[in-house]
Every structure is written in structure tokens, then in C-alpha cells.
Nanobody
């Protein structure tokens, strides 16, 4: 059983920054980890992926602005979000999967409860 707890969301003005954190229950396994976001009426979309080997991948809308990283000693995944824009508003979720995964939410078996990010003009 994997537990994920997100934090760090909040309200910022356009151009601002936030750092999201996702603390994972201690595990000896190396998981594929990702951040997703969702707004009402829309499907959950992948934002950033960290493969088990540490390589990363980003959705086009966030490339150059968001950075996914991890501190494995703290079982923590981060998402540094810079130059935030109103279209970045949404509930952000952390997800984990032991087997191979892409930025398709259907690939992931474990999810956190989310943290809200609101960006205003």
C-alpha cells in the first residue's frame, strides 16, 4: 500500500511561483512518479513525469516553467512551478506506479488527494 500526501498549493498572482511537495510512504522500491492536474469539467492531465531511472518528461504547456525533482532520502517528490499563469489553475495530484508509466493517468495505481493551485491576474 502506497500513501501519497501533497502540500504546497495556494493562491498566487500571475508570474508567481509555488513549490508542491508529495510525501510518499517509505518504500524500498523505485517508482515512476508524476504530477497531474485537473480543473472542473476537464480530464486529468499529466504535467510532469519522473521515471524510475530519474529521467523526466514535461507536458508542453509547462516546459521551461515547471521542474519535477525528488529527494529520495525523504521520500518526497517536488514540483517547482514558476511564471504561473491563470491556465495553471487546478487541483494538482501526485501519482505513483511501480511498473512502467507514461503521463497517462490510467497508468498510475496510487494517488494523493490533491492540493489546489489558484493563479489570478
Amino acid at each position: 500500500q502506497v500513501q501519497l500526501v501533497e502540500s504546497g498549493g495556494g493562491s498566487v498572482q500571475a508570474g508567481g511561483s509555488l513549490r508542491l511537495s508529495c510525501v510518499m510512504s517509505p518504500t524500498y522500491n523505485k517508482y515512476f512518479m508524476a504530477w497531474f492536474r485537473q480543473t472542473p469539467g476537464k480530464e486529468r492531465e499529466g504535467v510532469a513525469l519522473m521515471n524510475a531511472d530519474g529521467t523526466t518528461r514535461y507536458a508542453d504547456p509547462v516546459k521551461g516553467r515547471f521542474i519535477i525533482s525528488e529527494d529520495y532520502s525523504k521520500y518526497t517528490l517536488y514540483l517547482d512551478m514558476n511564471n504561473l499563469q491563470p491556465e495553471d489553475t487546478g487541483m494538482y495530484y501526485c501519482a505513483a506506479e511501480l511498473n512502467r508509466a507514461s503521463m497517462n493517468p490510467d497508468d498510475f495505481g496510487w494517488w494523493g488527494h490533491g492540493t489546489q493551485v489558484t493563479v489570478s491576474l
